[in-house]
């Protein structure tokens, strides 16, 4: 059985800084590319940043700067360095582990975990 938990969430000023983790379990951790996505009231979905297997990342021009994202295959787990946030970082942030291989795509999400910046 797979799972995929956040934790990490929580209330943070502006100019703050905030760590998300994720575990997963149930999978073969490296070979997946791991991905941070968020989604605030009344808006779509969308990427944070990814990681490969291979260590390669991409960022959401929003983060770029600010956020970092790392993996620990050991722990298997995954993470989100946040700083200077702002109040449109405020979301939910969803932690997803991906992988394609043969035309068989393996996609599994976490619950979610609030993140919210306010004064």
């Known amino acids: 059985q797979v799972q995929v938990v956040e934790s990490g969430g929580g209330l943070v000023q502006p100019g703050g800084s905030m760590r998300l983790s994720c575990a997963a379990s149930?999978?073969?951790?490296?070979?997946?590319?791991l991905g941070w996505y968020r989604q605030a009231p009344g808006k779509q979905r969308e990427l944070v940043a990814h990681i490969t297997s291979g260590e390669s990342t991409v960022y959401a021009d929003s983060v770029k700067g600010r956020f970092t994202i790392s993996r620990d295959d050991v722990k298997n787990t995954v993470y989100l360095q946040m700083n200077s946030l702002k109040p449109e970082d405020t979301a939910v942030y969803y932690c997803?582990?991906?992988?394609?291989?043969?035309?068989?795509?393996?996609?599994?999400w976490g619950q979610g975990t609030q993140v919210t910046v306010s004064s």
């Open positions: 149930g999978i073969v951790f490296s070979l997946y590319r």
């Open positions: 997803n582990a991906y992988r394609a291989l043969w035309r068989v795509e393996n996609d599994y």
